[in-house]
């Protein structure tokens, strides 16, 4: 058999739509010494986790726990825990997850209304309104929070009164916004919500922080069909998450992977979750300011702090930069996604890469790259 080369991958800048940095405090308390998962000292570490999870999400919602599996995972789960066949329910589209919902929603036999902007707007109060009325046997209404295909921020304040008017509840993808932008669940009446550990939170990819109000629980609780999805179906995995004294075997969680989760939510709550969206925001102003001066232009109105989506210049072929920033630079940024495909670029100012010498570092590597295309 051939030797295979020792693990040494490099040390890049990922500025991308996610992964971004690790810090060297997550990847240390992944490699603490593997608990069962049963064991008393993991159990106090995966409430502790949970615990600060709710405080992240400004929530008191008992049901809050990480899925094993990334954020496409936690959307999954809210899909098909909330939604039973023959259900009603409204998709906010303005973005690839947004249409990604929309298509999970119809495998758990949901019947989708659609209501879609251009990429790269938002949705109004009215719109929504709007639809609700339009839609009265609509159960629930999906939204992304932070559209990382085309960097629009969802304003979602106000939205739960005209919902809950109306019966409906209100599920939200958090994937790109926990952790970097203001995020009440509880103020905003958020039923349910997903995120993702390696964008905003600063953690490799693999779990998906979710919680659930008691809306939401009230619903699951009322089902008529069992969950199509035996790995996500909350009603089981409450019995393990938030089981108390009597918590069973459902799976074996991902031990190493929540050690990483409590490290970063510890981080973020070191920092203070006011003083974390406000390093987002200046970051975003700084980055903003320096690709303007680059004549590089935002595509959409209201941009996120944490995906900053710009066009690329006519002529310029932006996978060759992308390359270049790779290969010469070790920086890694994305490329556009779906419409945007080979027309934008995404760069993220997620958690522990968002920092004056991280944007310094990239403003004149693309203004380089840029020189002598
Ligand atoms: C990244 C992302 C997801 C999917 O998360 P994965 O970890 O890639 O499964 C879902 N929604 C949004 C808005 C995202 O940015």
């Known amino acids: 058999m051939a030797t295979i080369a020792s693990l040494n991958p490099r040390e890049r800048l990922l500025m991308g739509p996610g992964p971004s940095t690790v810090p060297q405090r997550i990847l240390q308390a992944i490699g603490a010494p593997t608990l069962g998962h049963l064991d008393p000292q993991y159990i106090e570490y995966l409430d502790e986790t949970c615990q600060m999870l709710r ?7 008992l049901l809050t726990f990480p899925v ?10 809210v899909v098909v825990n909330l939604v039973e066949p023959g259900d009603e329910v409204i998709v906010c589209i303005n973005g ?55 960097g629009a921020h969802q304003d979602l304040t106000g939205l739960a009164e ?41 953690c490799p990819p693999g779990l998906s922080p979710v ?23 909350v009603s089981l995995l409450k019995n393990y998450y938030m089981g108390g004294a009597g918590r069973a075997y459902h799976h074996t969680a991902p031990i190493n992977m929540v050690y990483a989760l409590r490290e970063a939510l510890t981080i973020v ?56 920033l790779l290969t010469d630079y070790d920086i890694e940024i994305g490329g556009g996604l779906g419409i945007f495909a080979g027309k934008a670029w995404r760069i993220g100012l997620m958690g522990h890469s968002a920092t004056r010498r991280n944007i310094n570092t990239l403003l004149s590597a693309i203004e380089r790259c840029l020189e002598i295309k």
């Open 162 to 202: 005209i919902l809950h008017d109306a019966k409906m509840l209100l599920a939200v993808d958090a994937v790109t916004s926990l952790g970097g932008h203001e995020l009440k669940v509880d103020a905003w009446g958020i039923d349910a919500v997903y995120s993702g550990t390696q964008k905003c939170l600063a």
């Open 68 to 77: 094993s599996g990334t954020g496409m995972a936690g959307m999954e789960a």
């Open 269 to 324: 709550l070191e920092e203070g979750l006011e003083n974390r969206v406000a390093r987002h925001r200046e970051m975003h102003l700084l980055l903003r300011g320096g690709l303007e001066r680059l004549g590089l232009e935002y595509i959409p109105q209201k941009s996120l702090y944490t995906l900053n989506c710009v066009s690329v210049p006519n002529g310029i072929d932006e996978a060759a930069i992308r390359r270049q």
């Open 96 to 150: 690839v997850f947004g249409g990604r919902m929309k298509d999970n929603m119809e495998r758990a036999g949901a019947t989708v209304h659609a209501l879609e902007v251009p990429w790269g707007e938002t949705f109004s109060q009215e719109e929504i309104a709007a639809a609700v009325q339009k839609h009265p046997r609509a159960k629930l209404l999906g939204i992304v929070h932070a559209e990382t295909s085309t």
């Open 55 to 61: 405080e992240v999400y400004q929530t008191e919602n």
């Open 211 to 233: 919680s659930f109000s008691p809306r939401a629980i009230e619903k699951m609780d009322a089902r008529k069909s069992k969950v199509q999805s035996w790995y996500l179906d």
